[in-house]
């Protein structure tokens, strides 16, 4: 019982990441019809980044209990580029959706060799602070609390969004903007700031997933492009546009792929694409579908 | 002004002295053909990146010393270095620095698939090929089954075969089930396959209980690690050489697998600074492929490598290095071997192969060369991990090494066939 | 456009380039002859229908390894029953790719094309008993038009027979693609690309038209990974990767979609200068990123439009 519990811990765990990279690309979506294929790069600059921090943190006499905070704060700090990369991005709002795709692309292609420039080929890695706060017992296994504090911080960002999205103004704003921007701007909501905040948020989500996520493993520079085709199989299932659907796509993703694992092994690396391809079959426009203008 | 008698033959003495000594060391012949050009394919970015710029620091360090004893026959050495990236576009910058820059040897390559384009297109254009690393014999065999031009690495399984060698050594009697983490691919599933084997041979009676394959670039094995647990196999075998070899230690140290489970880890030795002792566990039976950075009984060449190597890049060496060392100095030892044998004229590309063929060199790991096949030999380092050092990361307790006359298939042999031969 | 002198000018100049004894260069027109096959598929699915496709080199991989498989599995070395049977092969796969991904439009469709395209990736890496898997598939010198050249080199069968061979290809190609982009088809493409629903109100089968356009990119496509595969002798799983879809956009988008030889500039330029950068600075993605930008903000028509409107100017 308590393997099977581990094992979908690790499932969850995994979604947590992919929950936070899909709700960035949702929330950028539903606004701004952009799909950022960046989103991975920015997954991956947050996790570089959110090491370098910790490490100079902790050289510099920082406890290692408050790795936490700084690793989520360097993860908030990129949101600074998220105003230039927006104004970038802006210069082709009105053009067809295929160009903006190609500036994301492109962003792709140069924010993988600035991380190259910045950290190297090699593997990047945390000081060994993952299991600063404990480990917890799960029958023969253990798992460290930091793994749970991971879970935790997805669920609340998922029940902050939601909040945010439903309760605050720019909540409304937002869904408003989404659902009929020519509506919301001629209503007075100036698209320049929102699209600015909705995508510097985006952005944001990407970083603190790929911060939070990294004391558990290493940086590689692929792990941007890598999680691409992940982020978009969370985004197929769960319908685009939809923060909900984010939300129980990559729990989808993250617990089928672990159960893929466990049960047969051999088809792990076709485990997401055919769930893929299964969600099309049956509920091609995703679970929460949004229809869009 | 006047010059006195004594100035004049002060200066005409020096003239004559210098013209002796001249006349004394011979010229060499060949310095005004120009530079000895030779290609690198190094990969750069993606996974095999920290290999690509391990083989090209080798590769340098060698160009450098040569350079400095006075170069190639006199003349000297140049690099020409174009990135290893996808088979399609490396066989292309193969093309440029055959064609266009007009190399006379290639070296470089890690990367399988690229070897194995790269490998007839050098036959084709009969140039010289010394592969780094990146071999599985299985293909090369059906497109370059007799190559002239083209010199390959070692076998794919010969660290599975010494890391298994060592575990049936160690834990004989002591494991009744094993599992198997290795990258889903060609590298991984032939590591598997040896080490099954020679646990038949060495009549083990394990039985592998589970088997994954995760693909080469996953960076999350928390599903894994839990698998790992559920099937609680005595021993783990796993052949990641990637960032993926400390990814999988420190979640797998986390869930409490390293402390319950014997782990035989083939090639993270080449990842060994990330092996922090925070969680790599001391007693796993540990590969470092062709170098092993704190080997006492290494060369004078190795340790002087070595300590250029962390003075200039912070780093302590990996086996890639020795690869890149070995290929020029064996092209170098080549081309002089076979210009005598010419009777001092600069040899030519089927001249060097012939030389090439059988040649033994000392290299960073030893005494190294290849075999007659064109297949490099090679001696092997693994051990015990210990936590028992100045540094953050694990090393060995002790070090073991073995031949790759020991533990490389002969030419010509399959794998189980070979292993079947075996007397243990 | 600036009628028939240009093309012609054009192909004059790439038949004249393997006398000028600068081999390199001439292999490189290779992939080039290739590429420019593949995109006028691409530009007919993108260009005239508006459909952006991020898994387009899945088709490139289909050719590949159909050449491979009948080269070196089943020793067929004719060129053309390479081209034959990977046509017809992608065609089969386009169908029910097609039929999936063409009921979406925009951004979905460009989803799900980047899911199947890595789909196939994981396929032929996984199933390594039958494509060879991470090692990939030997591809066996081509006869062509029953003519082994077995007496040249490989070089010199590239830069000759092989060239040539090519070159002809890519034009029998392009002139395919125009009888197709000027037909009845060609028109209620661009009519669907110019707006949807008054074409379906016109009558236009939207749906069923963008599939035909899939299908006929698809062919294309695979055709042009057959001569790609040639020259580095290997097809491998990285052929269908993600990032190989979006170069044939980019190089798409470089030449200008839309125009009719937007392909074959933006193939040409991209391959060229794409060797160029590689041999100055290893950060070469960096650049060709800020090219993409630079191109999509300030040359979203490409060079061809530009050329377009300095003709018109």
């Not at chain 1, 969850?12 to 989103?39: M, P, S």
């Not at chain 3, 089968?205 to 042009?224: L, Q, T």
Request: proline content about 4%; charged content about 15%.
């Amino acid at each position: 019982m308590t393997q099977a519990l581990n094992l979908v811990l690790g499932g969850v765990f995994h979604a947590a990441a992919l929950f936070l990279v899909a709700a960035g690309l949702q929330l950028v979506f539903g606004v701004q019809k952009i799909l950022n294929l960046a989103c991975g790069s920015f997954y991956a600059l947050g996790a570089y980044t959110g090491i370098a921090a910790v490490n100079a943190a902790l050289a510099a006499g920082v406890p290692a209990p408050l790795f936490l905070p700084v690793l989520v704060a360097s993860g908030l700090a990129l949101g600074v580029l998220g105003p230039p990369l927006e104004r970038l991005l802006r210069t082709i709002y009105d053009r067809d959706e295929a160009f903006q795709l190609l500036l994301t692309f492109a962003l792709v292609l140069m924010l993988e060799d600035v991380i190259r420039f910045v950290w190297g080929a090699a593997p990047y890695q945390m000081a060994g602070v993952y299991l600063t706060y404990g480990q917890v017992r799960l029958g023969t296994a253990t798992v460290p609390v930091y793994n749970f504090i991971v879970i935790a911080a997805g669920l609340a960002i998922a029940a902050g969004m939601g909040l945010l999205l439903t309760r605050s103004r720019f909540g409304g704003i937002v869904r408003a903007a989404a659902e009929n921007r020519g509506m919301a701007q001629a209503l007075g909501v100036d698209m320049g700031r929102i699209s600015t905040r909705v995508f510097t948020l985006g952005l944001v989500l990407g970083t603190v997933g790929g911060a939070l996520v990294i004391p558990a493993g290493a940086a590689v520079n692929e792990m941007g492009i890598e999680l691409i085709v992940e982020a978009f199989a969370v985004v197929v299932i769960g319908g685009l546009g939809s923060m909900r659907g984010a939300f129980v796509g990559a729990l989808v993703v993250g617990v089928l792929k672990a159960v893929a694992i466990a049960v047969y092994p051999e088809a792990e690396m076709l485990a997401v694409y055919l769930i893929v391809i299964a969600v099309l079959l049956f509920r091609p426009t995703g679970l929460f579908a949004r229809a869009t203008a | 002004m006047r010059i006195t008698r004594r100035q004049f033959l002060k200066v005409s003495g020096a003239a004559a002295a210098a013209g002796a000594t001249v006349r004394l060391s011979p010229i060499p012949a060949f310095a005004q053909s120009g530079p000895v050009k030779i290609g690198v394919l190094a990969a750069k970015a993606g996974v095999t990146a920290p290999v690509g710029e391990s083989g090209l620091r080798g590769t340098q360090w060698a160009v450098e010393r040569i350079n400095a004893g006075g170069g190639i026959l006199g003349r000297k050495v140049e690099l020409v270095v174009e990135e290893e990236s996808n088979p399609k576009d490396t066989v292309e910058r193969f093309r440029k620095l055959v064609l266009q820059q007009k190399v006379d040897v290639v070296t470089g390559v890690v990367s399988t698939g690229v070897g194995l384009a790269i490998g007839p297109a050098a036959e084709e254009e009969k140039r010289l090929l010394l592969m780094w690393d990146g071999t599985t014999q299985k293909g090369v065999e059906e497109t370059i089954p007799k190559p002239r031009y083209a010199f390959r690495s070692v076998d794919n399984e010969a660290e599975a075969v010494m890391a298994s060698i060592l575990a049936a050594r160690r834990f004989k009697g002591r494991i009744k089930t094993v599992a198997g983490i290795n990258n889903d691919y060609s590298y991984g599933r032939d590591n598997w396959a040896a080490f099954l084997a020679i646990m038949k041979k060495y009549g083990m009676n394990v039985t592998p209980v589970v088997e994954l394959w995760p693909k080469l670039g996953e960076t999350n094995f928390t599903s894994h690690v839990a698998t790992l647990q559920q099937a609680k196999p005595d021993l783990v075998f796993c052949s990641f050489w990637s960032g993926d070899a400390p990814i999988l230690l420190k979640q797998a140290h986390a869930a409490g697998l390293t402390a319950s489970t014997k782990l035989v880890m083939t090639t993270a030795g080449g990842v060994h600074e990330q092996l922090k002792k925070a969680f790599s566990p001391e007693g796993m039976i540990l590969g470092y492929n062709s170098l092993y950075f704190d080997d006492p009984k290494a060369s004078p060449l190795s340790k002087e490598f070595t300590r250029w190597h962390q003075e200039k890049f912070r780093e302590w060496p990996n086996y890639e290095s020795d690869h890149g060392y070995f290929t020029v100095v064996a092209y170098k030892a080549a081309v002089e071997k076979a210009a005598k044998a010419a009777g001092g004229t600069w040899p030519t590309v089927e001249q060097v192969a012939g030389a090439l063929a059988g040649i033994e060199v000392e290299s960073l790991s030893g005494r190294r060369g290849y075999r007659a096949d064109h297949i490099m030999e090679a001696t092997y380092f693994q051990g015990i991990s210990t936590h028992r050092n100045k540094h953050d990361f694990v090393t060995l307790e002790s070090v073991e090494t073995m031949s790759t006359k020991q533990i490389q298939k002969p030419s010509g042999m399959g794998l189980y066939d070979w292993i079947s031969s075996w007397t243990v | 456009m600036t009628g028939r002198l240009a093309p012609a000018a054009a192909v004059t100049a790439a038949a004249a380039v393997p006398l000028l004894g600068r081999d390199y260069y001439a292999t490189l027109m290779l992939p080039f002859f290739g590429y420019s096959i593949a995109l006028l598929g691409l530009n007919l699915l993108f260009g005239t229908t508006g459909l952006l496709s991020f898994g387009h080199a899945l088709f490139l991989a289909v050719g590949g390894y159909t050449a491979a498989y009948l080269g070196s599995t089943l020793g067929v070395r004719s060129l053309e029953a390479m081209l034959a049977v990977a046509l017809v092969v992608a065609a089969v796969i386009a169908v029910p790719v097609g039929w999936l991904c063409v009921r979406y439009v925009k951004i979905y469709f460009g989803m799900l094309t980047l899911a199947f395209g890595m789909l196939f990736y994981s396929f032929l890496y996984k199933f390594y008993a039958l494509t060879g898997g991470d090692e990939g598939m030997p591809v066996a010198r081509p006869s062509l038009l029953g003519q082994g050249f077995g007496e040249l080199d490989k070089t010199a069968y590239l830069i000759g027979p092989y060239y040539y061979y090519s070159l002809a290809l890519c034009l029998v190609a392009a002139v395919v693609m125009w009888r197709i982009v000027r037909s009845p088809l060609g028109l209620s493409l661009r009519a669907i690309r110019e707006n949807a629903d008054k074409a379906e109100y016109v009558g236009v089968r939207v749906r069923r038209y963008r599939f035909y356009a899939f299908v006929i990119a698809a062919v294309f496509g695979a055709a042009g990974g057959v001569l790609l595969v040639v020259p580095t002798g290997l097809a491998a799983p990285t052929l269908a990767y993600w990032t190989h879809s979006g170069n044939l956009v980019f190089m798409l988008l470089l030449g200008g979609f839309g125009h009719f030889f937007g392909p074959v500039v933006g193939a040409f330029v991209f391959i060229f200068l794409q060797d160029q950068v590689m041999s100055v600075t290893q950060y070469w993605r960096f650049v060709f990123g800020a090219v993409l930008a630079a191109v999509v903000i300030f040359l979203p028509h490409g060079l061809m439009g530009l050329l377009a409107r300095r003709a018109d100017a």
